[in-house]
């Protein structure tokens, strides 16, 4: 069993909020969820999508201090 990327957590949590959003009860990581669950997958949803951004912005090469970006200005012209 491969650890399942963010970008793949992401698509999970929005399928399942999709489902559940159209009034289907299904089973979501082990466990049967319903209408009533719906925060609680947002929840996930945000914190992955978090995620998939920062994954985003570690691949792109831009520069970071703790998790935020930054630009640096040269000011000898």
Do not use: N
């Amino acid at each position: 069993m491969t650890t399942p990327t963010a970008s793949e957590m992401l698509a999970k949590y929005l399928s399942a909020e999709a489902a559940v959003l159209q009034g289907q009860q299904i089973e979501f990581e082990g466990r049967r969820v319903s209408r009533a669950d719906l925060e609680s997958i947002r929840q996930g949803r945000k914190e992955w999508e978090a995620k998939v951004a920062a994954e985003r912005r570690g691949a792109s090469g831009a520069p970071s201090f703790g998790g935020l970006g930054f630009s640096v200005a040269r000011l000898d012209r």
